[in-house]
């Protein structure tokens, strides 16, 4: 048995690319950064970028060029495939790429990536910050297990 299986969750570098094939279906493609943070031999932290390419097809790839855009936030699961043509200069040219089954959304932000708090258009044309939630007032007393119903 064999397992071809992506797993990506990174920040678009650009913004998707949507076309349409001859046969009429959809297709979007786009570039995902990933950032892995490791310590070095000589203990130093290191950061280093990976970049993927993305291509999504069908209504997923209207919905994704949509929504999405440079800085967003996205999950991506799919396939690994490598295609190959010969180039202008007649060298045999590769491209690694992400065939996507599933494009999830991230959180909408300031690009960062982090969730930020809801806002609210108050009919002025100008977006506030919703006040966060209290959090509980709970009983500073222990419970006792034994005062549990079930």
């Known amino acids: ?3 071809n ?3 990506i969750y990174g920040n678009l570098t650009r913004d998707p690319e949507l076309r349409t094939l001859p046969s009429g279906i959809n297709v979007c493609s786009f570039s995902l950064a990933t950032n892995r943070v490791y310590n070095d031999r000589d203990g130093k932290r290191q950061e280093q970028t990976d970049y993927h390419n993305v291509v999504v ?6 919905t994704t060029a949509k929504y999405l855009t440079k800085g967003s936030s996205a999950y991506v699961e799919g396939r690994m495939q490598t295609r190959s043509w010969d180039g202008d200069n007649g060298v045999k040219q590769y491209r690694t790429e ?4 599933r494009v999830q959304f991230g959180p909408r932000g300031a690009g960062s990536g982090a969730p930020t708090g809801n806002t609210v258009n108050s009919g ?3 977006a506030e910050a919703e006040e966060a939630p209290k959090a509980p007032d709970y009983p500073e007393e ?3 297990p034994e005062d549990i119903p079930f």
Do not use: C, H, L
Request: charged share 25%.
């Open 1 to 3: 048995m064999y397992i």
């Open 124 to 126: 002025t044309g100008k």
């Open 142 to 144: 222990d419970i006792n």
């Open 5 to 7: 299986k992506a797993m």
């Open 98 to 101: 992400v065939i996507a089954d």
């Open 57 to 62: 097809f069908g209504k997923q790839a209207e």
